[in-house]
């Protein structure tokens, strides 16, 4: 089976190129000003240049208006949304409508319960993404490094179609896909030297550890 891997929260050609290099299914740009990763509508559009026939550049939004994802779309022209706020059901169904892009709704998870918020987005959503919950207090709703527990996700139903994320590095992917089997993974401070500096070196880590990791697969993308 093929797995997804998503490297997110790029912001220079540099950390572009080691992700695509690397075999990168999806390159993600943050749009939330108080995140180390943010980069504007003009800077996610000439970076996502080089995704284009290579991989799907995603566009990561927390409960934006229609003005702000109006100006993101038309600067970037992403190929799917990512919303990582608590955006309604509703709110995704005319996002999906408005833009005709897939959407990944993001879900914040600490315990199994926290499941139960996925049922009202099934059939809306095109795709979940698990991140853990912020600690108390926290300024991102995500990009934190932080993980969850894993087996909370033993729970899902077979045919959920999710990216597992916060808190991987290249340290701990291999145990969490002993652990669980995401259609896709998502990393972003666990390739960085500083918040918000990527680090091509520990992108290629990265890499090579999921490769090792699924050593038996050919069809990795
Ligand atoms: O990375 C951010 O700064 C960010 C800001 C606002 C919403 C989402 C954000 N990042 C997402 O967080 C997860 C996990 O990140 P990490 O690997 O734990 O650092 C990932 O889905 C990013 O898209």
């Not at 080691?18 to 000003?33: K, P, T, Y």
């Amino acid at each position: 089976m093929t797995l997804d891997i998503k490297i997110c929260g790029l912001k220079t050609p540099e950390a572009v190129a080691a992700a695509l290099d690397g075999g990168a299914s999806h390159v993600g740009f943050i749009f939330f000003e108080k995140s180390p990763r943010h980069v504007s509508a003009q800077t996610a559009g000439v970076l996502r240049q080089a995704a284009r026939g290579r991989a799907q550049a995603v566009a990561v939004s927390v409960d934006a208006d229609d003005a702000a994802l109006d100006a993101i779309v038309e600067a970037m022209a992403p190929d799917m949304l990512q919303l990582h706020g608590g955006e309604s059901p509703g709110r995704v169904e005319a996002v999906k409508a408005r833009y005709g892009l897939p959407v990944m709704k993001a879900f914040a998870i600490r315990e199994a319960a926290d499941l139960a918020e996925i049922a009202p987005y099934r059939g809306v959503a095109d795709r979940f993404l698990f991140d853990a919950k912020p600690p108390r207090g926290a300024e991102l709703p995500g990009g934190n490094g932080i993980a969850f527990d894993w087996r909370v996700l033993a729970e899902l139903d077979a045919d959920v179609d999710y990216m597992l994320s916060g808190g991987l590095n290249a340290g701990n992917i291999g145990a969490a896909l002993g652990v669980v089997s995401p259609r896709g993974i998502d990393i972003s401070s666990g390739v960085e030297c500083a918040p918000g500096e990527k680090n091509p070196d520990l992108i290629r880590d990265f890499f090579r550890a999921v490769r090792s990791a699924h050593a038996n697969d050919a069809a990795l993308t």
